[in-house]
């Protein structure tokens, strides 16, 4: 079987939601443009996914999304330093460094209040080429290995592929040794059980298929629904994983990030 390439495989980063629980960030900002370090997670899941091979991107906005235009719009300026000259009222940037990506970034506006089903539906605009997409949402990462669940699906031959995780626990945890030492452990996950861990391979023509409703919810409607019907294929991913639902969500991203060892980092 011949597997397609992933530079013709588009990305798809649903960047709509309004972050609520991260309400002292998302306040002036959607939630994808929240920093880890000094770029924004959705920068972060753009470079997870381009250090494997991807270099076409699809962002789904909504919520506060012309923001995210203007940060890529600008991205040569916000993550460079350049030198600036003016003169006579015109204004010439050098960059000291240039960008190094070499992507393709479509912006979709696909309203506010629009639910994820109804977001993912409105592909259907673009008339995307290629038989698969992958998906993601714009507030988690983790070292997954998207070939491999590229050729999973593939080889599934079913309309969509789910990567299942195991469920961090809500708090922390502390180990007793014998001899009466303790280790901390900032939210193990929870073996035994799985939960939607939010990257998936779709085929296209699963637009098609999908209601043209902007209520309509991916996780709560489609998911189950291709489940019953023994359509949807999973791959267990049990490496990093983390989502940037609460304020201590962020600030665990952010400590792995500022110690140098964060997981999701498969880029040099």
């Not at 502390?174 to 035994?192: L, N, V, W, Y």
Request: positive net charge; aromatic residues 12%; proline residues 4%.
């Amino acid at each position: 079987m011949k597997t397609t390439r992933k530079k013709d495989i588009s990305v798809v980063i649903l960047c709509g939601g309004k972050g609520t629980r991260l309400r002292e960030q998302t306040e002036q900002i959607p939630k994808p443009l929240v920093h880890i370090g000094n770029y924004p997670i959705v920068w972060h899941i753009m470079k997870m996914y381009y250090a494997q091979g991807f270099r076409k991107f699809v962002l789904l906005l909504g919520y506060k999304g012309e923001k995210i235009k203007e940060y890529f719009a600008h991205y040569a300026q916000y993550s460079n330093d350049f030198t600036l000259k003016q003169k006579k009222g015109h204004a010439h940037i050098s960059y000291l460094s240039e960008p190094q990506e070499d992507w393709e970034i479509t912006f979709l506006d696909t309203g506010e209040n629009t639910l994820t089903g109804g977001r993912i539906q409105q592909l259907s605009r673009l008339g995307l080429q290629g038989k698969y997409f992958m998906l993601t949402y714009g507030d988690g990462v983790a070292d997954v290995d998207f070939t491999k669940a590229l050729a999973a699906h593939e080889k599934s031959r079913k309309p969509v592929t789910m990567t299942c995780v195991p469920p961090l626990a809500r708090f922390g945890e502390i180990r007793m040794s014998k001899d009466g030492t303790m280790q901390f452990h900032e939210k193990p996950a929870i073996t035994g059980s799985f939960i939607n861990g939010g990257f998936f391979v779709v085929n296209t023509d699963m637009l098609k298929k999908l209601p043209k409703d902007s209520a309509t919810n991916f996780e709560s409607s489609v998911l189950p629904k291709l489940a019953r019907e023994g359509k949807l294929n999973t791959v267990v991913h049990t490496g990093f994983w983390q989502c940037m639902d609460t304020m201590r969500d962020w600030e665990i991203l952010n400590t792995h990030w500022e110690s140098g060892e964060a997981p999701w980092k498969v880029w040099r």
